[in-house]
C-alpha cells in the first residue's frame, strides 16, 4: 500500500486530471487511464480524479478505487 502520496505506476509522476485540471498529487482516489488505438502501437495516458471520471461516463460505468 502508498502512503497516497507518491505515484509508482507505469507513467513516472502523476498526471493532472483529464477533467478538472487540477493537481492529483496526494489524492487518494487517483486513476490512470491507458488509451490505445489498434492496429497502432501508440498509447495515451490520462490522469483523473476517479469521482470526475464518474461523472462523465456513461450510464453503467463506473470507477472504483480499492486501495491496497
Known amino acids: 500500500m502508498t502512503d497516497g502520496t507518491t505515484w509508482t505506476g507505469e507513467v513516472t509522476k502523476r498526471l493532472r486530471c483529464c477533467i478538472c485540471g487540477e493537481d492529483t498529487v496526494g489524492d487518494e482516489d487517483y486513476v490512470l487511464l491507458r488509451?490505445?488505438?489498434?492496429?497502432?502501437?501508440?498509447?495515451?495516458?490520462?490522469?483523473?480524479?476517479?469521482?470526475?471520471?464518474?461523472?462523465?461516463?456513461?450510464?453503467?460505468?463506473?470507477?472504483?478505487?480499492h486501495l491496497m
Open 35 to 65: 488509451l490505445t488505438a489498434a492496429p497502432g502501437a501508440a498509447t495515451q495516458w490520462l490522469g483523473a480524479h476517479a469521482a470526475h471520471l464518474n461523472a462523465v461516463l456513461a450510464d453503467g460505468f463506473e470507477v472504483e478505487i
